[in-house]
């Protein structure tokens, strides 16, 4: 049996230090976008379905395709097309080619 506990859009986060809005929030595979600023130790949400608009590095080889798988490279803080062997975290898919000199890209959160 199972009983619906919320619609997924959002999820419960607790963060253990200040998140700022925007903020990716990585917790395994799953990645959240923080909506509003969530306070240390207090209870907030994360978006976690939606289109939603990330930073991307500029120049030759950083174009991101629609369709295309993109990654949240949290050492760079950057949405790209490279999984990076397995060490960026899927993003979603690309909603709209972003091409070399783009700054951002719109992605489709695939959690």
């Known amino acids: 049996m199972a009983k619906l506990i919320q619609t997924g859009h959002q999820i419960d986060y607790t ?22 600023v969530i306070p240390a130790n207090t209870l907030g949400s994360l978006g976690v379905s939606g289109v939603y608009q990330f930073d991307k590095a500029a120049g030759g080889g950083t174009a991101i395709a629609v369709g295309v798988n993109a990654y949240w490279d949290a050492a760079e803080s950057e949405a790209t097309a490279d999984d990076d062997e397995g060490g960026n975290v899927l993003l979603g898919k690309a909603v709209a080619t972003a091409g070399d ?4 890209v719109n992605v489709l959160l695939g959690n």
């Open 15 to 36: 963060p253990g230090a200040d998140v700022a809005a925007g903020a990716v929030v990585v917790q395994g595979g799953l990645v959240g976008v923080a909506h509003t």
């Open 101 to 104: 000199a783009a700054t951002t």
